[in-house]
C-alpha cells in the first residue's frame, strides 16, 4: 500500500523562475567560469571580455577608420592605393570604400574578440593576434601620417 502513495521525483519541476533582470547578463555578478572551464581545456567563451582585450578591439576599429580617412587625403593628392580590392572600391565609390573597410574590420575584430582564448599557434591566442594588429595599425597610420607630411598636405 505504500508504494501507491509513492509520488514520481522526476516528474516535479523544481527549478526556479527565470527572473527579469539577471546579474550575471548585467556584469554585477560573475559566474565561477569567467576565464576558464573547469577542465581547462579548449577556449573559454565568456560573457565579460577583460578591459585590454576591448580597449585592442576598439583600437582597431578606431585606427580602421583613420586609414580610411588617411588613405583617401594620400590618394587626392596623387598617390594610388597597392591594394588591387581596396583600389576597385575607391574607383567605384568612397563611401563604398569606407563602409567596406569598416564592415569588414569590424567584423574581424568582433571575431577574434570572441575568439580571443583560442590557440592559434602553440600559445599564441587569438588575443595576441589582437594586438600585433592594433601595433600594425598604429605603424600603418605612423607611415601615412610621414607620406602626407613629405607630400606637403
Known amino acids: 500500500m ?27 555578478k560573475q559566474g565561477r567560469r569567467v576565464t576558464r572551464r573547469r577542465s581547462g581545456k579548449g577556449a573559454a567563451y565568456v560573457d ?29 593628392d596623387g598617390g594610388t ?21 569598416l564592415a569588414l574590420t569590424s567584423l574581424a575584430a568582433i571575431i577574434l574578440t570572441i575568439h580571443h582564448e583560442v590557440e592559434i599557434y602553440g600559445r599564441f591566442r587569438c588575443r595576441h593576434l589582437l594586438y600585433v594588429i592594433s601595433t600594425g595599425y598604429a605603424c600603418l597610420i605612423g607611415y601615412e601620417l610621414v607620406l602626407l607630411r613629405i607630400i606637403g598636405v
Open 2 to 28: 505504500a508504494s501507491q502513495l509513492m509520488i514520481d521525483q522526476r516528474l516535479q519541476e523544481r527549478r526556479a523562475e527565470i527572473s527579469f533582470v539577471c546579474p550575471y547578463q548585467l556584469g554585477i
Open 48 to 76: 565579460k571580455y577583460t578591459w585590454p582585450l576591448v580597449v585592442c578591439c576598439l583600437a582597431i576599429v578606431i585606427f580602421s577608420a583613420t586609414d580610411a580617412f588617411l588613405t583617401i587625403n594620400i590618394l587626392s
Open 81 to 101: 592605393e597597392l591594394n588591387y580590392f581596396m583600389a576597385v572600391l575607391i574607383e567605384e565609390s568612397t563611401q563604398k570604400f569606407i563602409y567596406f573597410k
